[in-house]
C-alpha cells in the first residue's frame, strides 16, 4: 500500500513539473513574458495545474487571468459536489439588459457554501456580447464563487469589462496600428483586436478564419473589407462560435482547401 502511495505522489509530481515546462514554452512563443510573470505561471501551475493550452490561464495587459472553462475543470478535478445559480431578481431590469446572478459552490457534501455574485449590463460587457448579459452575468457569478471555494487569487477573464489590448507584447507605438482602417481612437479595441482575442478565446484557426471573413465581406481580403463589415464579421463570428462552435469550425474548415476550377 505504501509503496502503491509513493508511486502516485511520484506520477502526481512528474505531472506537475511536465504541465509546468508546457505551460512556460507555450507562454514563451506566445508572449514577450518577463521572468515575474514566469514565475507567476510557475507557481499558479504547481498549486493548481492550471494548463494554457486548454485555455485556462490568459495574459492580458500583463497579468495574468483564470477562465471559466479553467475553473470548471479545478473544480471537477477536485471533484466538486455541485453548483447552484439563481437570479437576484430585486437588482435585475430587463428593459435595460441588466443581470444580477447568486451562484453557491459546494466543495462536498458537508463543505460550507462559497456564495459569489456577478452582474452585467451593456456598461459592462464588451459589443461582441450585447444581447448575452444574462448569460454573462451568471458566468460571472459561478467564477466569483469557485474562486472563492477553491483560494484562486486571479481574477476571471468572463469578469472584466470591456479592454483595449488582448495581451502584454502590444507595441501602442506601431504606425500601422494609428493608419489603420480597423484602427479606433475612441478608447474602444481595435477591430483586429477584436477579432485576435476571438481567435485566441476560441482556439481558431486565424488563416481559416481570414478567408472566412474575405467571403463574408464580399471582398478579395480582410484587409479590403470596409470597417461596417468588418465589425459585422466579428459580431457573427462570436455569435457563431457561442452558439455552435463544432459547426463553426467545419464552415472554417471548408476554406482548408481551395474550391476546384469547375470545367
Given at each position: ?145 469557485l474562486r ?17 489590448s488582448n ?42 478564419v481570414k ?53
Open positions: 500500500m505504501c509503496a502503491e502511495k509513493r508511486l502516485e505522489g511520484a506520477g502526481y509530481k512528474s505531472h506537475r513539473k511536465a504541465l509546468t515546462l508546457q505551460n512556460i514554452r507555450l507562454a514563451r512563443r506566445s508572449w514577450a513574458i518577463s521572468v515575474d510573470q514566469v514565475r507567476s505561471l510557475k507557481a499558479l501551475t504547481q498549486e493548481f495545474q492550471l494548463s494554457l493550452t486548454l485555455g485556462d490561464l490568459r495574459l492580458l495587459d500583463g497579468k495574468w487571468y483564470v477562465t471559466h472553462s479553467g475553473l470548471i475543470r479545478l473544480a471537477r478535478r477536485n471533484r466538486c459536489a455541485g453548483i447552484q445559480t439563481r437570479l437576484v431578481q430585486q437588482f435585475c431590469d430587463p428593459d435595460s439588459s441588466r443581470w444580477v446572478f447568486c451562484a453557491t459552490v459546494f466543495k462536498s457534501r458537508l463543505s460550507k457554501r462559497f456564495v459569489g455574485y456577478g452582474d452585467a449590463d451593456p456598461s459592462n460587457v464588451s459589443t461582441l456580447v450585447h444581447g448575452a448579459e444574462m448569460r454573462i452575468a451568471e458566468t460571472r457569478a459561478v467564477n466569483r464563487a472563492k471555494a477553491y483560494g484562486i487569487g486571479l481574477c476571471s477573464v468572463e469578469e472584466l469589462g470591456p479592454f483595449s495581451s502584454g507584447h502590444r507595441r501602442d507605438n506601431d504606425p500601422s496600428a494609428k493608419n489603420s482602417s480597423n484602427g479606433s481612437n475612441n478608447g474602444q479595441p481595435r477591430l483586429r483586436d477584436q477579432l485576435c482575442l476571438l481567435i485566441r478565446r476560441h482556439n481558431l484557426n486565424p488563416t481559416l478567408a472566412y471573413a474575405a467571403d463574408f465581406c464580399g471582398t478579395p481580403s480582410l484587409k479590403e473589407a470596409n470597417r461596417d463589415l468588418v465589425q459585422s464579421f466579428i459580431s457573427h463570428l462570436a455569435e457563431c462560435a457561442k452558439e455552435d462552435k463544432d459547426m463553426l469550425i467545419c464552415r472554417l474548415n471548408s476554406y482548408a482547401h481551395p474550391a476546384e476550377a469547375k470545367s
